[in-house]
């Protein structure tokens, strides 16, 4: 999958529509869950404890909600690149969503659009919607609207 590259910042304003993706799929194992667990201090049992969660509704465990958030950093930069800036930032986040769990051993990848670009704090800002999908599942695993912010 090849990311749609802008020049520069400015050359952002007016896409506002343009779609994104998909890139590649990510499968998501019990070693990805565990070292997530680990990494921040939440080890509950529906994403580690494999033989309990055998017995959930989700038939083993899950990867934690935050873990498919975060995959948003993955994906977003296989799906948009610009160049020709001095410092990129992560602004922040809007309007976040876990429609579906993601079950180990799942494959997930993301699409994108592009919802609204302006200039802001003297930069450009972009707003781009990222849906990680679940392969073979209808509903998203996550909905998440990303703000990055680009510095000339």
């Not at 506002?16 to 565990?34: A, K, S």
């Not at 610009?82 to 809007?94: H, L």
Request: glycine letters at 10%; charged letters at 20%; one cysteine or more.
């Amino acid at each position: 999958m090849t990311a749609k590259t802008y020049p520069n910042p400015s050359a952002l304003l007016g896409q506002e529509g343009t779609l994104l993706g998909p890139t590649d799929y990510v499968v998501i194992d019990q070693q990805r869950i565990n070292q997530f667990a680990d990494a921040t201090g939440d080890h509950q049992w529906i994403h580690v404890d494999e033989a309990r969660a055998q017995q959930s509704e989700f038939g083993g465990t899950i990867a934690h909600g935050y873990l498919t958030l975060s995959l948003a950093n993955l994906f977003l930069p296989q799906m948009l690149q610009v160049e020709n800036f001095s410092m990129g930032v992560n602004y922040g986040a809007e309007n976040i969503r876990f429609p579906s769990a993601v079950k180990v051993n799942s494959r997930v990848r993301g699409r994108g659009e592009i919802i609204k670009v302006d200039e802001a704090k003297g930069g450009i800002r972009s707003v781009v919607r990222i849906t990680v999908e679940i392969e073979g599942v209808e509903r998203p695993a996550c909905l998440i609207d990303t703000i990055s912010l680009y510095y000339p």
